[in-house]
């Protein structure tokens, strides 16, 4: 299964087919459109009414992508992320959906702000994190996991925090189709699996583009988990971590059905 992350109202792909499902919500770096809306309370109430007709329609699992990101203020003022990323809150209150979450570089307001409204979401996860142990452990405190991908695993300090996350608490993801693992990136020695690649002007079914992040390359990510914290098992690790993910966004695949999704993909050809 895929999950396609909303960046503001009009992404949100509700006509998406099979098992490809998607997130309502406005990303820290966009939140801007509430007020150039001309009508922020409208705005607000068109994502409810949006997110409210994906879950009807079985597509719309968690509301997001929102949080704070102080790394690119130069999209959005600070001042009107905490605003709306606060804001987005009622959106999860109301759907009683899980919440797909941002911090970069913004770990103390994301927290304080995360803490003021704990009681007003379910759980969710802080993906794509590039915290710092400090901050690994103050999300650890609430009932939410923590994301990783290639941009999680650039640094040995960045591996050395990975170490520290509960396999209970972590999901994996690549963000396509960015934060690939780069040869220059710490955890690319625990890298077992590669593709072949080409330029997407000569692209070819049974190659990459060349660049770009695919969903195939989370066995990287799984890879250098794997390797870096000496599990050894790689396995029962794709089973923990996706059993996390279910949990929290498809508890309908929870279990036995999770195990006979893995199975399958074990048998394939």
Not at 64 to 70: F, I, P, T
Not at 121 to 147: C, P, Q, W
Not at 199 to 219: A, F, H, I, M, T
Not at 257 to 264: H, N, S, Y
Request: aromatic letters at 10%.
């Amino acid at each position: 299964m895929f999950l396609i992350v909303g960046f503001y109202l009009f992404e949100t792909f509700l006509s998406v087919a099979g098992r490809l499902f998607c997130t309502v919500g406005v990303h820290p770096t966009r939140c801007k459109e509430f007020e150039e809306s001309g009508d922020p309370e409208k705005h607000f109430q068109a994502l409810l009414s949006l997110a409210k007709e994906g879950i009807e329609k079985g597509k719309v699992v968690a509301i997001g992508e929102c949080g704070l990101d102080y790394d690119r203020l130069h999209f959005c003022p600070s001042e009107i992320q905490r605003k709306y990323f606060e804001k987005q809150f009622e959106l999860a209150y109301a759907t009683k959906l899980p919440m797909f979450l941002h911090m970069r570089e913004a770990a103390a307001d994301f927290c304080a702000i995360v803490e003021r409204n704990k009681d007003r979401f379910t759980g969710g996860v802080t993906h794509s994190f590039t915290g710092s142990a400090e901050d690994r452990d103050k999300l650890l405190t609430f009932n939410m996991y923590i994301g990783i991908n290639g941009c999680s695993l650039k640094t040995a300090e960045n591996l050395d925090v990975v170490r520290g996350i509960p396999i209970e608490r972590m999901m994996i993801e690549t963000d396509s189709p960015y934060c690939e693992i780069k040869n220059a990136h710490a955890g690319i020695s625990f890298v077992k699996s590669t593709w072949p690649s080409k330029k997407k002007e000569k692209y070819d079914q049974d190659s990459l583009v060349k660049g770009r992040n695919e969903p195939c390359l989370v066995r990287q990510v799984l890879e250098v988990v794997d390797g870096c914290k000496g599990i050894n098992d790689i396995d029962q690790l794709s089973r923990t971590l996706y059993h996390n993910t279910c949990r929290v966004f498809f508890p309908q695949d929870l279990d036995s059905a999770a195990d006979a999704l893995l199975a399958g993909r074990r048998n394939t050809p």
